[in-house]
């Protein structure tokens, strides 16, 4: 009996004596992640989830955050579609022991998802969500690691006519958020050139995302004439669509926005087509010098044999980083706290991309573009 009650005191003093964080330790801080895990955007977001789950581990192997508490990412499938990313949305914020989440590759399902976070008042940074008007609801709580749309449009304007002395230009668009407004703020862009008869739009449409035959519509393309063409849609359609334009006959440089050309559009048009096509795109992984990013490609080519052929895998593990970055120096998991801090005290933050601040909309500041182009052997390299 005496042993019995000595060993509880002892249980006892342990308790008082050991350091409330190396209690809670225990305890992981949770992250969510809403992705297209399944879906016409599976590679995208299975890309998201392992550089997420990279950047948790490497976070965690220098002791985790808030003085030894671990990074755990919990994933929820939104297929790439507005009506499950709000479902999806809707799961996380009923999660209590979820602080924030990182929210979503596509503007369109980012849309009503950031709505539900907005109304639960739960920070949701987006990594593939470059839709112009997202950032200018007044939301509190959304923030968005990537680039816009306008800064995008505007790089085309300024380096994509004159690289090829077109005067003749086409836009194509999927009529999702992303698309159309991308495709609108390039049009925008273009303007000043048009007023000044340097140059033309000869051709501006739609094509239905998840259609599988455009030779129709490539007909009144090719009618057209165009020198270059702009393709502001997703790759799984980029792909179609070049294939079948080189069969009809339409030579012109094809140049893809910044969601129409990675890996799986290679595999998909095959490399005699996707050489030689271009893209205006944010830096790609393997072109970011920052020790940071040397760090995590290593780790997650280590682990998967190679690194992520598109930047917004990226974006979502510097939407990690960014996230456990703020509960770690606020000291806090309340979301009014953590959108406070990141509105107003973030400013250069340590990222794989680079430098990390926002703006008072809650914009990354500061996101370069580059001219890219597939070469010979299937690589995506910057343009010369």
């Given at each position: 009996m005496k042993i019995?009650?000595?060993l509880?005191?002892i249980?006892?003093?342990?308790?008082?004596c050991?350091?409330?964080?190396a209690?809670?330790?225990?305890?992981?801080?949770v992250i969510g992640?809403?992705?297209?895990?399944?879906?016409?955007?599976?590679?995208?977001?299975?890309m998201a989830?392992?550089?997420?789950?990279i950047?948790?581990?490497l976070?965690?192997?220098?002791?985790?955050i808030?003085?030894g508490r671990m990074?755990?990412?919990?994933?929820?499938d939104?297929?790439?579609?507005?009506?499950?990313?709000a479902?999806?949305?809707?799961?996380?914020?009923?999660q209590?022991?979820?602080?924030?989440?990182?929210?979503?590759?596509g503007?369109?399902i980012?849309?009503?998802?950031?709505?539900?976070y907005?109304?639960?008042?739960?920070?949701?940074?987006?990594?593939?969500?470059?839709a112009?008007?997202?950032?200018?609801?007044?939301?509190?709580?959304f923030?968005?690691t990537?680039?816009?749309?306008?800064?995008?449009?505007?790089?085309?304007?300024?380096?994509?006519?004159?690289?090829?002395?077109?005067?003749r230009?086409?836009?194509?668009?999927?009529?999702?958020a992303?698309?159309k407004?991308?495709?609108?703020?390039?049009?925008?862009?273009?303007?000043p050139?048009?007023?000044?008869?340097?140059?033309?739009?000869?051709?501006?449409?739609?094509v239905t995302?998840g259609?599988k035959?455009?030779?129709?519509t490539?007909?009144?393309?090719?009618?057209?004439?165009p020198e270059v063409?702009?393709?502001?849609?997703?790759?799984?359609?980029?792909?179609?669509?070049?294939s079948?334009?080189?069969?009809?006959g339409?030579?012109?440089?094809?140049?893809?926005?910044?969601a129409?050309?990675?890996d799986?559009?290679?595999?998909?048009?095959?490399?005699?087509?996707?050489?030689?096509?271009?893209?205006t795109?944010e830096?790609l992984?393997?072109d970011?010098?920052?020790e940071k990013?040397?760090?995590?490609?290593?780790?997650?080519?280590?682990?998967?044999?190679?690194?992520?052929?598109?930047?917004?895998p990226?974006?979502?593990?510097?939407?990690?980083n960014?996230?456990?970055?703020a509960?770690?120096?606020?000291?806090?998991?309340?979301?009014?706290?953590?959108?406070?801090y990141?509105r107003?005290?973030?400013d250069?933050?340590?990222?794989?991309?680079?430098?990390?601040?926002f703006?008072?909309q809650g914009?990354?500041?500061?996101?370069?573009?580059?001219?890219?182009?597939?070469?010979d052997?299937?690589?995506?390299v910057v343009s010369?």
């Amino acid at each position: 009996m005496k042993i019995m009650k000595y060993l509880a005191m002892i249980g006892v003093l342990m308790c008082i004596c050991m350091p409330w964080n190396a209690m809670a330790a225990a305890k992981p801080v949770v992250i969510g992640l809403q992705g297209p895990i399944t879906g016409p955007w599976a590679y995208e977001g299975q890309m998201a989830k392992q550089s997420c789950e990279i950047a948790a581990e490497l976070i965690n192997q220098k002791g985790g955050i808030l003085g030894g508490r671990m990074i755990e990412v919990r994933v929820v499938d939104d297929a790439g579609e507005p009506k499950t990313g709000a479902l999806a949305a809707q799961r996380l914020v009923t999660q209590k022991d979820v602080v924030a989440s990182i929210s979503t590759y596509g503007s369109s399902i980012c849309e009503p998802a950031s709505t539900i976070y907005e109304k639960f008042k739960k920070v949701n940074i987006g990594y593939g969500v470059t839709a112009v008007r997202l950032t200018q609801r007044g939301y509190k709580y959304f923030f968005r690691t990537c680039g816009r749309d306008d800064s995008q449009g505007q790089f085309f304007a300024d380096v994509v006519p004159a690289k090829f002395g077109a005067k003749r230009i086409a836009i194509m668009h999927d009529n999702t958020a992303f698309g159309k407004g991308l495709a609108e703020d390039t049009k925008r862009a273009l303007q000043p050139m048009i007023d000044d008869g340097k140059l033309m739009i000869v051709y501006y449409d739609a094509v239905t995302p998840g259609e599988k035959d455009f030779r129709v519509t490539l007909t009144k393309l090719r009618e057209t004439k165009p020198e270059v063409w702009y393709f502001t849609g997703y790759y799984a359609e980029a792909a179609l669509l070049v294939s079948q334009a080189r069969e009809i006959g339409i030579t012109c440089p094809f140049v893809g926005g910044n969601a129409a050309i990675n890996d799986e559009f290679i595999k998909i048009a095959g490399l005699n087509i996707a050489k030689g096509c271009y893209m205006t795109n944010e830096p790609l992984p393997a072109d970011l010098p920052y020790e940071k990013a040397k760090e995590f490609l290593k780790a997650y080519k280590d682990k998967y044999g190679e690194i992520p052929s598109s930047p917004w895998p990226i974006y979502a593990a510097d939407a990690l980083n960014i996230i456990a970055y703020a509960v770690d120096n606020t000291g806090s998991t309340k979301s009014d706290v953590l959108a406070d801090y990141l509105r107003d005290k973030v400013d250069g933050a340590p990222g794989i991309t680079g430098p990390i601040g926002f703006t008072e909309q809650g914009d990354r500041e500061g996101v370069p573009f580059y001219l890219y182009v597939v070469d010979d052997e299937g690589n995506i390299v910057v343009s010369k």
